[in-house]
């Protein structure tokens, strides 16, 4: 990939080029789950977003990515409390299901997936510096990040700190100076995990724990971190501070990249609503493709709404690629030396405009369809399997991906049979019968389609 790539940079509220800090070499860290119970469709939009970003600047760097496990966590702590098991118990069952569930919508596994619990030592050392430079104190058995010590703090979020009131993250407590300080070290009570420290046994605050894993793993500047835009405050805007003041004024990350909401019904996804979707639930009925399509429709960067619709909707796109790809063989070696045409290229370099790439992948489809000419079809098919290593899709065998739709109650010969039936009734011109085993099909969710290459049926369930 030799085209410019750009991304919207939520620190300068504008679409940058994209240049590395050196030369061929990309740092990227995403924020990964907190592991206390199974990801839901929200969880898996950022993984989704963030690993096609990752395959895109492989075709042109070599990219080095981290995305976290959050492993300790007030939230850990009381599921691990509830079920009277240790922090690690609880982890571990959810850090694999986590891996097993994004693996089955396609997101590879980051380089690096460091976890909060193992970096102990490193945030100890961070906190002792901020206190030796003036930006941190302790108070009450914690220790917190004074705000008001660096001045850039709210720039991420453009919020201006003299008008900030207590969030819904920023704990007002006795022990704060201001309530806009954050906590980089707290007590833990005996029932709770905790770890030695000169203030005492505690644990860390989740803030500090990405700026350590990010220190540790890929530097004291990156080129982009990425998560959530409900990251962008508190999360995000605290990491910066105290990792900026730690290396005394250097820059913490050069861009920052924040994906939008999804929501379901136009309200955002909360388990207090009760409208959390469980990725691991939506795999029992959908293909992991048609979950990871589904979550690639909108801009990235725009809200995202979820419902059976958007599933139903991204099924039917993919059974019209699979469709043109059936019955053509492409060697692995011809789809790992075709290019991925510029057009799609262009569209994921100008900040992964994936509608717009998809708008071309079924533009070949459709020339795929009209012609006759089998080099010609092999070379777009290999296109688009191409493009498909990039966007994560179009992985599977066309013939494969009509054959795993079990709810019809034909059999593949019997629906062979209906179609040939069909053409027969055509072609004497007895439309009534035509038409009424077009309807039967459809009953069972089977389209049809007239191609230059014949009649093809596939499943629109």
């Known amino acids: 990939m030799t085209m410019k790539l750009f991304l919207y940079d939520t620190l300068s509220g504008e679409k940058l080029e994209f240049t590395p800090l050196n030369a061929g070499k990309v740092t990227m860290y995403l924020c990964g789950p907190t592991v206390y119970n199974y990801a839901h469709i929200g969880n898996a939009r950022p993984a989704v977003v963030f690993d096609l970003l990752g395959r ?23 599921a691990a409390i509830e079920s009277n098991k240790s922090i690690g118990e609880i982890t571990e069952v959810y850090i694999e299901a986590y891996n097993t569930d994004m693996a089955a919508i396609g997101v590879k596994s980051p380089d690096i997936e460091p976890r909060a619990t193992e970096h102990i030592g490193e945030m100890i050392v961070m906190i002792e510096r901020l206190i030796d430079a003036g930006n941190a104190y302790q108070a009450q058995d914690h220790v917190l990040f004074e705000v008001s010590t660096y ?15 207590a969030g819904a993250r920023v704990e007002v407590a006795s022990y704060k100076r201001s309530p806009q300080d954050f906590i980089l070290w707290k007590p833990s009570t005996p029932e709770l995990p905790g770890w030695d420290s000169p203030w ?28 959530g835009q409900d990251l962008i405050f508190p999360h995000h805007e605290n990491e910066i501070a105290q990792s900026t003041c730690i290396h ?15 929501s379901i019904d136009n309200t955002k996804m909360s388990k207090s609503l009760g409208n959390v979707s469980l990725v691991r639930d939506l795999l029992k009925d959908h293909p992991g493709e048609v979950i990871r399509l589904a979550l690639l429709t909108a801009h990235y960067r725009q809200p995202l709404e979820w419902s059976s619709k958007t599933l139903i909707t991204a099924k039917k796109m993919l059974d019209r690629i699979y ?11 011809k789809i790992t030396s075709t290019k991925v045409p510029n057009i799609i290229l262009e569209a994921l370099s100008n900040d992964l405009n994936t509608p717009m790439a998809m708008a071309e992948v079924f533009s070949l489809a459709k020339k795929l369809n009209k012609t006759l000419d089998n080099n010609e079809r092999e ?10 290593k990039i966007l994560g899709l179009f992985e599977k065998d066309a013939n494969e991906w009509f054959s795993q739709v079990t709810q019809c109650k034909y059999s593949e010969e019997e629906i062979e049979n209906l179609m040939a039936q069909r053409e027969e009734a055509r072609l004497i011109k007895d439309f009534n019968t035509a038409d009424k085993i077009r309807d039967q099909l459809l009953n069972e969710g089977i389209n049809i389609e007239d191609t230059s290459v014949g009649i093809r049926w596939h499943f629109d369930k």
């Not at 850039?152 to 201006?160: A, E, H, I, N, V």
């Not at 005492?200 to 990156?222: D, F, N, Q, V, Y």
Request: charged share 25%.
């Open 200 to 227: 005492g046994r505690g644990r860390p605050g989740w803030h500090l724990e990405c700026s350590a894993m990010i220190k540790k793993h890929l530097g004291t500047t990156i080129d982009i971190h990425a998560g």
């Open 379 to 388: 070379e777009i098919a290999a296109q688009i399997y191409a493009s498909g």
């Open 56 to 78: 895109l600047l492989r075709q042109k760097y070599e990219l080095i990515f981290a995305r976290n496990i959050t492993d300790v966590d007030d939230k850990i702590n009381a």
């Open 323 to 333: 469709g043109a790809l059936r019955d053509i063989q492409v060697s692995p070696e």
């Open 248 to 262: 005394q004024g250097e820059t913490f990350s050069r861009y920052w990249l924040h994906n939008g909401f999804l």
């Open 151 to 165: 001045k850039d703090y709210g720039s991420l979020s453009k919020r201006d700190v003299s008008e900030m009131m």
